[in-house]
């Protein structure tokens, strides 16, 4: 069973999902009040609490009141390599798990796992109150990108500095928060979830129409394009990356390197790089010809669907890049011994 990191939940929304995506839609609902309704209102709320527009200090302030603390905590240095290099590390290791985990890397250095079996974990206040200034990432089983929940619980109540997700394609959804006040980040939960109600109907009623669509396809496609576009409305910026194809096996000791399952050896200079930094071997004409061919005549269909493929042909094995198409790299040439 698919389970959400931040709440038990299958692969459909969970109630505190549909609840979150409730009270975002509540938040933003336009104003249909007569002008009179409209003035009776704004009456009322300005007894209640005569400042309407909160400065900059009053909402640090309230933001700090609902995190239970008035120490502004540093953030993670995510220009930092460690930690990029955790996060490509745990990212590329992971996007393929069956059920959601989570890693968070706290302003202090501290890393902390998260298991989609520990489905309370990221309910707590005192998980939430770790996130603050911190960088979590974490696998989405689906394609799908970021879900009302990693919004209302990372972004809004933990206030993460960066939030990822990692889907089972490999493509990672990254949203920074440069400093967004609480007022900016509830705002942005409300207009995303209603961005993903609106895609949802869209989608809807396409399919009526006998339009062939994927649903979920759409309503990320609409979600990525409202984030892209409008994220630094709200003082968050959002990003998409992948991942580097090329993980880091365990045993790196002797110079093995895995990529999708196909063990090369590729020797301890490749450490840590990423496919495109390997240098193309320039082959003698004709014997580029001639491993070209071979590979071209000789490819299994499991080979061809990799990124990196290994050939033995006459005294050498050749470690051969396949860019997709027929397009082949050399990046490897070593005699058998
Ligand atoms: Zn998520």
Redesign the pocket.
Same mark, same amino acid.
């Given at each position: 069973m698919r389970q959400?990191?931040?709440s038990k939940r299958t692969w459909e929304a969970s109630p505190e999902e549909l609840q979150a995506r409730k009270d975002a839609a509540e938040a933003a609902k336009p104003t249909v009040n007569t002008p009179e309704q409209a003035k009776e209102l704004e009456r009322q709320a300005l007894e209640k609490n005569p400042v309407t527009k909160l400065s900059h200090e009053q909402a640090e302030e309230l933001e700090a009141k609902i995190l239970g603390t008035n120490d502004k905590k540093d953030s993670v240095d995510t220009s930092s390599e460690v930690v990029a290099r955790q996060l490509n590390e745990w990212e590329s290791q992971n996007y393929s798990n069956d059920s959601?985990k989570?890693l968070l890397i706290m302003p202090d250095g501290t890393v902390k796992d998260f298991a989609g079996t520990d489905h309370h974990v990221t309910g707590k206040e005192d998980d939430i109150a770790l996130m603050n200034g911190a960088v979590f990432t974490? *696998?989405?089983p689906t394609d799908?990108t970021?879900?009302q *929940?990693?919004i209302v619980t990372?972004l809004v109540k933990g206030n993460l500095k960066e939030m990822r997700?990692v889907t089972s394609t490999g493509d990672i959804h990254i949203l920074r928060n440069n400093d967004a006040s609480v007022i900016d980040r509830r705002k942005f939960a409300a207009d995303y979830s209603q961005m993903r109600m609106k895609a949802e109907n869209i989608a809807n009623k396409k399919i009526l129409r006998g339009e062939h669509i994927d649903k979920d396809e759409y309503v990320k496609g609409r979600l990525e394009k409202f984030m892209e576009e409008h994220a630094n409305e709200y003082n968050l910026s959002y990003t998409k990356s992948h991942i580097n194809e090329i993980s880091i096996d365990k045993s790196i000791q002797s110079g093995i390197l895995e990529s999708n399952g196909n063990r090369i050896n590729i020797g301890m200079q490749f450490f840590s790089k990423s496919i495109e930094d390997f240098a193309t071997i320039i082959l003698p004409k004709d014997e580029y010809a001639h491993v070209m061919s071979e590979i071209a005549t000789n490819i299994t269909e499991e080979q061809s669907t990799k990124r990196v493929i290994k050939k033995h042909i006459g005294d050498y094995i050749y470690t051969v890049e396949n860019k997709g198409f027929g397009n082949y790299r050399v990046i490897g040439k070593d005699l058998i011994e």
């Open positions: 959400d990191v931040w959601e989570g974490h *696998n989405h799908n970021f879900s *929940n990693d990372g997700a």
